[in-house]
């Protein structure tokens, strides 16, 4: 376990600060009725930058620290998916682990383990419309036998506040290596979330990552009283 934990800090701690363009396909199932129907397909630029992950419109290259929803304000979304996750799980104290023995994954032959976060050692925020809750959780990860390069995590959170109004929360998490920067780094590929609510009522959503690449930016700090001459003083 501790081989894995220095493993995948060492990929975070090479890992530049990324962008990539998300592709989420949302699927809903009215109270346990038949198949999921399509709700919509949303286009999201994400940037994963000092552990945090920052969203933006599609096509939009500013990014700023703000809650999801005012990207996307109806419908399930989650974030955490595509970098938070594994941070919070291997680099911090708060899991407990559990070997659970060889298998074969996504064409891997890896090693499994289990893991449980309490609520206490929790970063998982639940919100569902004004209502929001920090929540437990558990789940399972796979790295390869060889490499010890995770990949697949999946996580439940099924211990929920029955004031937040959702019953359970799956997610998944498959990764691969990508090249950025002209060197090779583990990144997500793909994820789902599932979310079923209190009246039964089922959410998926299906999430790409598409077009990685480094992020880069620039700073500009002002001194002093604007000119009246410049364009832009307001």
Known sequence: MQRIRSKVAQHLSQLPNYTCHE???????????GSPDRRDTLELEV????????????????????????????????????????AALFSEDAASFQYVGPSKKDGHKTFRYDFHVPQEKSQFLIRNNSTEAIAGYKGSFWVDAETLDPVRLEIKVDHILSQIG????????????????????????????AVVDEEGNYSLNRIALQNCREFTGESVVTYGASSSSDPDAN
């Open 23 to 33: 592709v989420v396909d949302r699927l809903v199932r009215r109270l346990n009725f």
């Open 47 to 86: 940037a994963f930058l000092g552990n945090k992950e920052l969203y933006a419109k599609s096509g939009e290259v500013r990014f700023e620290e703000q809650s999801i929803r005012n990207v996307v304000p109806v419908g399930a979304i989650g974030s955490g998916t595509f970098g938070s996750h594994v």
């Open 166 to 193: 959702i019953r359970w929360i799956e997610e998944s998490m498959r990764y691969k290596i990508v090249k950025l920067r002209n060197s090779d780094f583990l990144l997500p590929r793909d994820s789902e979330m």
